[in-house]
């Protein structure tokens, strides 16, 4: 597949707020999740997605058009083969949200979707193969920041589903931002004021030396005193 080809290769919304029943049935079923997470990489036939997941058609096309009525696919274009036009479908937005629910069989509905719990499940080989890429950790900051940064790891599984598809293994990526009782330390106490150093006072300098008084008399035991001149010898 070319770097350059866009993925998937179809228009779709960014973002679907999902609230009605149908939708969260929809989501919570393995297996039409499963087909939605196929399209977001191009779009597919009935025939193809069946083939994709090992699945009879009659029984792929049955959650296929649940998927539609639900408004979470739709055909985004088709093609004449034999007389018959096969259609390919795609999702209505590359990332279904779920908002706010207020009934609560809706929210029983909406526990069921837990990626975490799904990813915990299928990375058991990887895990046992000591292939499993994974972190965790904890901090403890205010929601303002919990917000900015889920916003910054959702635009990284976005970056991560539209990779150009290669190669012969499949990856998962999952994420999760959560509250927990995990331990945390207490407030930093405000450090003691400490009294201000007294400042060094300034160092006195060196007294100058004095020259020497050019009218002082001269001290004979400081005089060199001059050679004495050789003594002639006897004459030869």
Request: aromatic share 4%; net charge negative; proline share 12%.
């Amino acid at each position: 597949m070319s770097s350059n080809e866009r993925i998937p290769d179809y228009d779709l919304d960014e973002l679907l707020v999902v609230t009605a029943p149908a939708q969260l049935r929809a989501l919570a079923d393995p297996l039409r999740a499963t087909l939605l997470e196929l399209l977001l990489e191009r779009a597919a036939t009935v025939t193809e997605l069946a083939r994709a997941v090992d699945r009879p058609k009659s029984s792929v096309a049955y959650h296929v058009t649940a998927l539609v009525d639900a408004g979470l696919l739709k055909v985004v274009r088709t093609r004449r083969v034999r007389a018959i036009d096969e259609r390919y479908y795609g999702r209505v937005a590359r990332t279904l949200y779920i908002g706010a629910l207020t009934r609560p069989e809706d929210r029983q509905v909406a526990t069921a979707v837990n990626g975490l719990a799904e990813a915990v499940a299928e990375s058991a080989v990887a895990h046992a193969a000591d292939d499993l890429r994974c972190t965790l950790v904890h901090a403890r900051i205010p929601i303002e920041e919990v917000r900015a940064f889920w916003a910054e790891v959702q635009a990284l599984a976005r970056r991560f589903a539209q990779i150009p598809r290669s190669g012969d293994q499949v990856y998962g990526f999952v994420a999760g931002l959560y509250p927990t009782d995990a331990p945390t330390l207490p407030e930093r106490e405000p450090e003691p004021e400490r009294e201000p150093k007294p400042e060094p006072e300034p160092e006195s300098e060196p007294e100058p030396k004095r020259d020497p008084d050019p009218e002082r008399e001269p001290d004979p035991e400081r005089e060199p005193k001059p050679e004495p001149e050789p003594k002639p010898g006897p004459a030869g």
